[in-house]
C-alpha cells in the first residue's frame, strides 16, 4: 500500500483527501528508477520546446506582452532576462511551449501536459528555490493529476460540453505540481484544488484558431497560470472549500455528466502517468505523426519521390480527420505536411513551421494529390492514432504503408539517445556550445542544488 494512504482521514470517502495527502507529501517519495529517466525525458523535451518556441511568431508575442507585466524576483522566462510573478511566468512559458507542435501528449487523456505541467513547475520552484530533485518529482506529480483528472470527467463528456481536456487536466496537473513545491500541507492541499476549481476553464474554440495563439494559450499557458496561481494564493494565507469534489455545485459534474471519480486516486503512488505519455519524434500534430512515418518509409523503401507520386490517399482515424485536415496551421495541416515532406525529400523543424510553405506553388501542386480520408476502423484500432498513407506511381505500381506505433509512443518508446538526438536537432543551432552543458544538467537533476540553474539555458 502506498504511504501516502496512512495519512488520509478516515471520516470521509472522498477522493479529495487522497488526492490532497499524495500531492503534499509527493517530493518526500522515492520515485522508481525507470519514472525518473522518464520524467527526465519529458523535461528535457519541453525545455526544447521553450527554447524553440520562443522564436516562432507565437512565442514572440508571448515575450512581448511579458514586457507589459508586472516584475518581481519571482520566475524566469524564456529568451528574457526579465523575472515575473511565477503565475505570469508560468503563462509565458506555457504559451511558449505550445508555440509550435514538438511537446509530449498523452493519447488516453487526450492532452498535452508536458506544456502545462513543466511551466508551472519551473516557476513554482525557481520562486521557492526548489531542487532539481523536488522539480523533477513534482513534474511527474503533475502528470499524474492531468492525466487522471481527464480520465475521470471523460474526455468525450468534456469535448459534449464544449470544453477542451487540455486546459482542464492542465490546470489539475499544474495545481498539484506547484502546490507541491510552494510545500503546502495536507490540509491546505485541498484549498489549492478548490481554487484551482474556480479557475479551470477553455472551450473548444482553439480549434477555430489559425495562428497558433489561441491554441497554445489553451494548452499550455492558460491552465500552467490556473495551477500555480492557485497554489500561491494558498501559500499567500487564501483558503477555499476542503471537498470541490463532491457536495452541491461541485467541479465533477459541472464538467461531466458521467464523472467516475475513483479513477482521480486509481493507481496513485503505483501507476505513472509520464510513463504513459508519448514523445514527439515529428514537430506536428499528434494525429500526423504515423502519417508522415508512413511515408517515410514508402520513400525510404518504395522509392516513392515527388516526381513519380501521380496519386496519394492517407487514412486517419474517423474523429480526427477534421483536426488535421486544412489548417490554416501549417504544422497541423496534415496534407501540407505529406507534400512538403515529398517537395523537400525529408521534413524539417524550420520547413514545418514557415507559413509562407502554405502557398509554395510546388507544395501546394504537391498537396492537390493528395487526399485526406477517414477510417472508422483506424478509430477503433489500437495502438491509437494509426494512418495509412497509399500511393499510385507513374510506374503503375501501388504502395501502401500502415504505421501502428510511431517511434516515441508509449508502445514503441524513445530511449535516452533518441531524446538527445532530437534536443540536439530542435536546440543546437540555438544554444550551440551550451546544448551539452543543458543535457548534462537536466541528466543530473538529482545533484541540482537550486532548479534556478536552468536559467543559464533559458534567459
Known amino acids: ?199 479551470t476553464s477553455g472551450i473548444a474554440t482553439w480549434m477555430r484558431d489559425v495562428d497558433h495563439m489561441e491554441k497554445a494559450f489553451h494548452f499550455g499557458g492558460l491552465p500552467a497560470r490556473n495551477g500555480v496561481a492557485a497554489a500561491s494564493m494558498i501559500a499567500h494565507g487564501f483558503n477555499g472549500t476542503d471537498d470541490v469534489m463532491h457536495g452541491r455545485g461541485n467541479f465533477m459534474d459541472a464538467f461531466s455528466d458521467a464523472p467516475r471519480r475513483a479513477l482521480l486516486t486509481d493507481g496513485l503512488g503505483s501507476r505513472f502517468e509520464i510513463m504513459l505519455t508519448n514523445i514527439k519524434k515529428w514537430c506536428v500534430g499528434s494525429p500526423i505523426q504515423a502519417a508522415l512515418d508512413s511515408l517515410e518509409y514508402l520513400m525510404e523503401h518504395e522509392d516513392v519521390s515527388r516526381d513519380n507520386v501521380i496519386s496519394m490517399e492517407a487514412f486517419l482515424p474517423s474523429h480526427v480527420v477534421d483536426v488535421v485536415e486544412d489548417r490554416g496551421v501549417p504544422d497541423i495541416n496534415c496534407r501540407h505536411c505529406l507534400a512538403l515532406m515529398l517537395v523537400d525529400d525529408g521534413f524539417g523543424f524550420h520547413a514545418s513551421h514557415d507559413y509562407s510553405r502554405l502557398t509554395d506553388p510546388a507544395v501546394v501542386a504537391m498537396k492537390a494529390k493528395i487526399a485526406l480520408l477517414p477510417s472508422d476502423e483506424l478509430a477503433e484500432a489500437r495502438p491509437i492514432r494509426q494512418a495509412i498513407v497509399r500511393a499510385r506511381l507513374a510506374d503503375g505500381r501501388q504502395v501502401e504503408r500502415r504505421t501502428y506505433a510511431v517511434r516515441g509512443v508509449v508502445e514503441h518508446p524513445m530511449e535516452r539517445p533518441d531524446i538527445i538526438l532530437k534536443a540536439r536537432d530542435l536546440v543546437g543551432p540555438i544554444l550551440g556550445e551550451r546544448t551539452d552543458a543543458l543535457l548534462e544538467t537536466i541528466f543530473g537533476l538529482e545533484d541540482i542544488p537550486d532548479i534556478r540553474a536552468l536559467r543559464l539555458f533559458l534567459q
Request: include cysteine.
Open 1 to 199: 500500500m502506498p504511504p501516502w494512504t496512512e495519512m488520509a482521514s478516515p471520516d470521509t470517502a472522498s477522493e479529495i483527501v487522497p488526492m490532497a495527502d499524495y500531492a503534499a507529501g509527493a517530493l518526500a517519495l522515492t520515485l522508481p528508477d525507470a519514472v525518473v529517466e522518464k520524467a527526465k525525458h519529458h523535461i528535457l523535451d519541453t525545455l526544447c520546446a521553450m527554447i524553440t518556441g520562443v522564436h516562432l511568431d507565437v512565442g514572440k508575442m508571448a515575450l512581448s506582452y511579458s514586457t507589459t507585466l508586472g516584475t518581481v524576483d519571482g520566475a524566469s522566462v524564456v529568451g528574457s532576462p526579465r523575472l515575473l510573478h511565477p503565475a505570469d511566468a508560468a503563462m509565458i512559458n506555457g504559451i511558449i511551449a505550445h508555440a509550435d507542435e514538438t511537446d509530449d501528449s498523452h493519447p488516453a487523456a487526450i492532452g498535452h501536459p508536458g506544456c502545462a505541467i513543466v511551466p508551472a513547475a519551473l516557476a513554482a520552484a525557481e520562486h521557492n528555490g526548489r531542487s532539481g530533485a523536488d522539480f523533477l518529482k513534482a513534474v511527474a506529480l503533475g502528470y499524474d493529476y492531468y492525466a487522471r483528472m481527464n480520465l475521470a470527467l471523460g474526455p468525450n463528456h468534456i469535448y459534449a460540453r464544449g470544453h477542451g481536456p487540455y486546459s482542464i487536466g492542465g490546470s489539475w496537473g499544474a495545481a498539484a505540481a506547484a502546490g507541491a513545491l510552494y510545500g503546502i500541507d495536507r490540509e491546505r492541499m485541498r484549498y489549492v484544488f478548490s481554487n484551482v476549481a474556480q479557475q
